[in-house]
């Protein structure tokens, strides 16, 4: 089969003809505009193809009586019908598309769900039942030069996903379910249909995304590490690679939230579409990153900070730029098509030079904009006409699947080109769409990296050449900042189905408007120079802060970094420029000449923080005699550690009256050194002044500064007492809480907006209650006895973050569930070092 073209007119075109069904549903929208597009078209395949163009000459004659046919008016609708069918027949005369057969999948548009990721329905997951909707897939090709289709592989009961060539174009690898009580895994074929194989095959997991990479192995994306989005209940996925027969499944990536849609860069790097937010809001932190196929040296490459999703992004061949999809969170992943140049910028506007529509322009947000809500990170579901898969036959030329009609969840093949053309080539039968459309024919491999891992379970290494250089730290002075902290954003591995409506649905509840627990690992000197080196434990999602004299926040990174067993990772300082290179060093690095810091937690060893164990004992201790419930300073703030329907009152009066300055689950934009934090809280401020006499401890007043500075978390782990009830983490159920409401006439919020109404330690103070023995004391008794309830239920089943907190069952199924599959992937490595291979039907019991 002969080598596609890399160059600046490539591959693959359309067909002579349509089907009836097809002609009566080609597009009708030529106008005179085409006309400049459609000659462009041609003189451009002529000056590259030259002979091989067959009908070049013909085809620019037949324009130029339509054209002439448009200007005299006569018959507008047959001159605008004839311009349409030369458009086609034109394009389509590509004398490669008769060499290159198109692969696509065939099936129906995945149902509506929550976000653009939550299109996997897995089973025993929330949104299982939808997968009932997809049965009948298939994966087919068309030759376009004689409209003949082909079954490679079909579905009954499911269907295939996510195909990709491998680069001798004889082979296919793709995921496929069987059914409603199957999940996804990956499979290979032969590029004719034959030699149908298995690759992977762990139960109660789904594998997606696959693609080849240069060295032979598979990378694809699976939800084997199962954990979810932390802003509400869906299975996430991360990168894996394997080997050529599916031996030794690897976790390449870590990050919290979703890796997906990877491709193999001509340079030997991945990129892949990943979505994670740290003290960040949610909607907005789906941008396009990259790392080595050993899976280190993960770094952004556009989109951290600007608020639309970026998706599906494939590279151009001849050229450093990215065909891409701009979408939205929460819709299908689908919305406008792009080019984007990374050479100028990884944020916002500039880089995209080209989009289709061309009015989306204006849905892209600068990535320093405020936004709130999904008037920001939403807007792309305004785009009328939906793209999605795209794939770049040259610089200029693109398949895509696009819906047919505004409207329409149907979607068919278009190409679409750079001089203003945008053509149906093909469409399935109503109901059905075509996806993922690429041509089968042979293609350049990309740069083989040497990995610069190993497989135990070392750890790996940062060094910081200069904490003040970089944005946003421009107030910060030299010498101010004394250490580097390195916190820990655990997975979210439970769910509940109540939600605490912070900047998202927590569920359950974790705190008062973001969605992280954190886990201090440790703090680490920064030298005189500016510098830092320090060890991290390896396969941790981590991520630094900077520190003054007393330990304060000065900057916070907001994103995550992850470090592979015996992996050196270096960046130049805070928040750099990523096109920077280091300011030149007179003399060597502090840092570097006295070794890399070992981490050894935090007043203690490390573990998950949790407000009451951690901060809460100071203001029982040093503040609660004032403000208490009955005080008069209680009134101004109450700091008793009485637990509410969801927090504890003091927690939720911190938060309510603004005493800490906290960014919640904030902007995507970086934010500017000492804008957040203790540094900007007004607690600390009446703390350092002096207040009333109160002076706390060196440690009391680290464990409330530190506290703030992690964002102000209350629950250290995501596990829950209760699966069911209030926000996952009330005593009372749903119908106890309303009952309560009625009895009282009060409203009690399960959001951020919420103040602290009921006290399960001292139920006859709670609030919800004030005034209403008076009033009724029949309605006050019964009231009362729904709190007094909860304090009893609390006693005998202890909530997260309470001694002798035990997790629901629903919730050890799945913890037990995650350290199996962890287990599985510790034989993995323990294989790889070994020289051996491992199985999916190897498994740990």
């Given at each position: 089969m002969r080598v596609m073209a890399q160059a600046a007119m490539a591959l693959v075109f359309v067909t002579t003809a349509l089907s009836p069904a097809q002609e009566k549903s080609k597009p009708m929208d030529a106008d005179p505009a085409n006309v400049v597009a459609l000659r462009a078209a041609i003189e451009d395949l002529m000056a590259f193809f030259g002979d091989r163009y067959v009908g070049g000459d013909a085809f620019m004659a037949e324009l130029l009586e339509v054209e002439a046919s448009l200007a005299s008016k006569t018959d507008r609708a047959a001159g605008l019908r004839a311009l349409a069918d030369l458009q086609r027949r034109a394009l389509v005369a590509n004398p490669l598309i008769s060499d290159h057969p198109i692969l696509y999948v065939e099936r129906r548009q995945y149902p509506k769900?929550?976000?653009?990721?939550?299109?996997?329905?897995?089973?025993?997951?929330?949104?299982?039942?939808?997968?009932?909707?997809?049965?009948?897939?298939?994966?087919?090709?068309?030759?376009?030069?004689?409209?003949?289709?082909?079954?490679?592989?079909?579905?009954?009961?499911?269907?295939?996903?996510?195909?990709?060539?491998?680069?001798?174009?004889?082979?296919?690898?793709?995921?496929?379910?069987?059914?409603?009580?199957?999940?996804?895994?990956?499979?290979?074929v032969g590029t004719d249909g034959s030699d149908l194989k298995q690759l992977t095959s762990l139960p109660g997991v789904s594998d997606l995304d696959p693609f080849y990479l240069a060295s032979g192995d598979i990378a694809f994306s699976s939800t084997r590490e199962p954990k979810y989005c932390t802003c509400n209940r869906h299975i996430m996925a991360n990168l894996y690679r394997m080997e050529p027969d599916g031996a030794n499944i690897l976790q390449i990536g870590k990050s919290i939230e979703y890796e997906g849609h990877g491709i193999q860069l001509p340079d030997g790097r991945l990129l892949y579409f990943r979505w994670e937010y740290v003290d960040r809001n949610f909607g907005g932190g789906q941008g396009l990153w990259v790392s080595n196929p050993d899976g280190t040296n993960h770094a952004i490459y556009y989109g951290q900070s600007t608020p639309h999703a970026v998706i599906n992004a494939r590279p151009i061949p001849a050229s450093d730029r990215l065909i891409c999809i701009l979408s939205s969170c929460h819709d299908r992943p689908w919305g406008a098509l792009a080019i984007l140049d990374r050479k100028l910028g990884i944020e916002g506007r500039?880089?995209?030079?080209?989009?289709?529509?061309?009015?989306?322009?204006?849905?892209?947000?600068?990535?320093?904009?405020?936004?709130?809500?999904?008037?920001?990170?939403?807007?792309?579901?305004?785009?009328?006409?939906?793209?999605?898969?795209?794939?770049?036959?040259?610089?200029?030329?693109?398949?895509?699947?696009?819906?047919?009609?505004?409207?329409?969840?149907?979607?068919?093949?278009?190409l679409v080109d750079t001089f203003g053309n945008e053509v149906l080539l093909h469409r399935a039968a109503k109901g059905l769409g075509c996806y993922d459309p690429m041509p089968i024919g042979e293609t350049p491999r990309p740069r083989r990296v040497p990995s610069r891992r190993d497989y135990g379970d070392d750890a790996g290494r940062f060094y910081v050449a200069n904490v003040y250089q970089g944005t946003h730290m421009q107030d910060v002075e030299p010498g101010s900042i004394e250490y580097l902290r390195v916190v820990e954003n655990p997975p979210k591995l439970t769910w509940t189905h109540p939600a605490w409506n912070g900047q998202g649905q927590e569920a359950p509840a974790m705190n008062w408007h973001d969605f992280d627990n954190k886990r201090i690992l440790g703090t680490v000197p920064v030298e005189e120079d500016g510098s830092a080196y320090f060890a991290v434990p390896s396969?941790?999602?981590?991520?630094?802060?900077?520190?003054?004299?007393?330990?304060?926040?000065?900057?916070?990174?907001?994103?995550?970094?992850?470090?592979?067993?015996?992996?050196?990772?270096?960046?130049?300082?805070?928040?750099?420029?990523?096109?920077?290179?280091?300011?030149?060093?007179?003399?060597?690095?502090?840092?570097?000449?006295?070794?890399?810091?070992?981490?050894?937690?935090?007043?203690?060893?490390?573990?998950?923080?949790?407000?009451?164990?951690?901060?809460?004992?100071?203001?029982?201790?040093?503040?609660?005699?004032?403000?208490d419930?009955?005080?008069?300073?209680?009134?101004?703030?109450?700091?008793?550690?009485?637990?509410?329907?969801?927090?504890?009152?003091?927690?939720?009066?911190?938060?309510?009256?603004?005493?800490?300055?906290?960014?919640?689950?904030?902007?995507?934009?970086?934010?500017?050194?000492?804008?957040?934090?203790?540094?900007?809280?007004?607690?600390?401020?009446?703390?350092?002044?002096?207040?009333?006499?109160?002076?706390?401890?060196?440690?009391?007043?680290?464990?409330?500064?530190?506290?703030?500075?992690?964002?102000?978390?209350?629950?250290?782990?995501?596990?829950?007492?209760?699966?069911?009830?209030?926000?996952?983490?009330?005593?009372?159920?749903?119908?106890?809480?309303?009952?309560?409401?009625?009895?009282?006439?009060?409203?009690?919020?399960?959001?951020?907006?919420?103040?602290?109404?009921?006290?399960?330690?001292?139920?006859?103070?709670?609030?919800?209650?004030?005034?209403?023995?008076?009033?009724?004391?029949?309605?006050?008794?019964?009231?009362?006895?729904?709190?007094?309830?909860?304090?009893?239920?609390?006693?005998?089943?202890?909530?997260?973050?309470?001694?002798?907190?035990?997790?629901?069952?629903?919730?050890?199924?799945?913890?037990?569930?995650?350290?199996r599959l962890r287990d599985h992937q510790l034989l993995v490595r323990e294989a790889l070092r070994n020289g051996e291979k491992v199985y999916d039907h190897d498994r740990v019991k």
């Open positions: 769900d929550h976000h653009n990721t939550g299109n996997i329905f897995q089973t025993g997951e929330i949104n299982t039942g939808k997968f009932e909707h997809m049965a009948g897939g298939a994966l087919v090709t068309i030759d376009l030069a004689t409209g003949k289709t082909e079954t490679l592989v079909r579905s009954a009961g499911g269907t295939p996903r996510d195909p990709e060539v491998h680069f001798d174009a004889e082979r296919i690898v793709f995921s496929m379910r069987s059914d409603l009580r199957d999940d996804y895994h990956v499979f290979e500039e880089p995209i030079v080209r989009i289709w529509p061309e009015s989306a322009r204006e849905l892209i947000a600068d990535a320093s904009t405020n936004y709130s809500g999904s008037g920001g990170f939403d807007k792309f579901k305004r785009v009328p006409l939906k793209y999605e898969d795209p794939y770049a036959l040259s610089d200029k030329h693109f398949l895509v699947s696009r819906v047919i009609d505004q409207g329409s969840e149907d979607t068919g093949i278009f396969d941790r999602f981590v991520y630094f802060q900077l520190l003054d004299a007393k330990q304060r926040m000065v900057q916070s990174m907001r994103s995550g970094v992850i470090a592979q067993s015996g992996e050196m990772n270096s960046c130049i300082g805070c928040h750099e420029d990523r096109d920077h290179t280091p300011e030149p060093a007179r003399l060597s690095p502090l840092a570097l000449e006295r070794g890399a810091h070992e981490l050894t937690g935090w007043l203690g060893a490390e573990r998950d923080f949790g407000f009451m164990a951690e901060v809460q004992p100071v203001f029982t201790k040093n503040c609660v005699q004032c403000h419930y009955g005080e008069e300073a209680g009134e101004v703030v109450n700091l008793a550690p009485d637990r509410t329907l969801v927090f504890n009152t003091a927690y939720m009066e911190l938060h309510a009256k603004e005493l800490i300055n906290v960014v919640g689950g904030g902007p995507n934009r970086i934010l500017e050194a000492y804008s957040w934090g203790s540094n900007a809280s007004r607690l600390v401020e009446v703390l350092d002044e002096g207040h009333y006499g109160v002076e706390l401890s060196e440690e009391d007043y680290q464990r409330v500064t530190t506290w703030i500075d992690l964002n102000a978390p209350y629950y250290p782990t995501y596990a829950s007492a209760y699966d069911t009830g209030p926000a996952g983490r009330a005593p009372l159920s749903a119908a106890e809480l309303e009952t309560l409401q009625e009895l009282t006439g009060k409203k009690v919020l399960l959001g951020h907006g919420a103040r602290p109404m009921i006290s399960f330690d001292r139920p006859e103070l709670s609030p919800i209650l004030a005034g209403l023995e008076q009033e009724n004391p029949e309605a006050f008794e019964q009231a009362l006895a729904i709190v007094a309830s909860g304090k009893s239920r609390l006693a005998q089943k202890p909530r997260a973050g309470m001694p002798g907190f035990e997790p629901c069952e629903t919730d050890r199924v799945r913890l037990l569930k995650y350290d």
